[in-house]
């Protein structure tokens, strides 16, 4: 894919860690992370999907209150990807929590990130 800058990298690596950590707290199932990769002339795009096997769907996307130690995972996930949701799995339990980044090509990368 080529040079990704690393600040993308950073958010990336923060989402996929929140959705992962909701996958074992609260569905309790096995759960598997898909990666997938795009890239124009100038754009780039990274998706990722962590899909679980647990009954229900998250809600809440607004901050809890401060004293709160847990429920900013989806609000992160809001915040930083410019695309996100939960996609019901058809015909099995379980559901996709995803989301999706797309960072210009140009942007500055220290060199070493790729």
Known sequence: MGAVPSSVLAAVSVMISELASNAVM??????????ETDRSDTKGTIRIEVRDRGAGFPE???????QDRHGRGLFIVKSLADEWGIT?????????????????????????IV
């Open 26 to 35: 609260h569905a309790r199932t096995p759960f598997d992370v898909r990666v």
């Open 88 to 112: 019901d799995v058809r015909n099995e339990p379980g559901k996709v929590v995803w989301f999706q980044v797309t960072y210009d090509l140009d942007m500055k990368v220290r060199p070493g």
């Open 60 to 66: 809440p996307v607004v901050p809890p209150p401060r």
